[in-house]
């Protein structure tokens, strides 16, 4: 199993750029593929980028190609989003997620574990 931690939420101005991290507990981080996801008031969960166990292989929704990128450093358990351009409708809950599946799935169903998530709010 995985413990997931995020952490690097807060306000940004629209057209800022925040990052966000994703702590991991766990020898075994590296066999997990990785997610994050983000939940809007009102709004479903919804994938938003993904990358695989060797970090070679990397999934973004339409909406946040070319403004956001996924990364991870398995030799110290850790999951980054940096995030540019901004929108306000880019404010959600962030959760980073671990899916024993290995792909970059964009599909909620495939992520077991879950971190609590982390506020990012951008101003207009």
């Known amino acids: 199993q995985v413990q997931l931690v995020e952490s690097g939420g807060g306000l940004v101005q629209a057209g800022g750029s925040r990052r966000l991290s994703c702590a991991a507990s766990?020898?075994?981080?590296?066999?997990?593929?990785m997610g994050w996801f983000r939940q809007g008031p009102g709004k479903d969960r919804e994938f938003v980028a993904a990358?695989?166990?060797?970090?070679?292989?990397?999934n973004y929704e339409d909406s946040v190609k070319g403004r956001f990128t996924i990364s991870r450093d398995n030799a110290v358990n850790t999951l980054s989003l940096q995030m540019s351009s901004l929108k306000p409708e880019d404010t959600a809950v962030y959760y980073c997620?671990?899916?024993?599946?290995?792909?970059?799935?964009?599909?909620?169903?495939?992520?077991?574990?879950w971190g609590q998530g982390t506020q990012v709010t951008v101003s207009s």
């Open positions: 990358i695989n166990w060797s970090g070679r292989t990397t």
């Open positions: 766990g020898r075994t981080f590296s066999i997990y593929a």
């Open positions: 997620a671990a899916s024993r599946s290995n792909s970059a799935s964009d599909d909620v169903k495939d992520y077991e574990f």
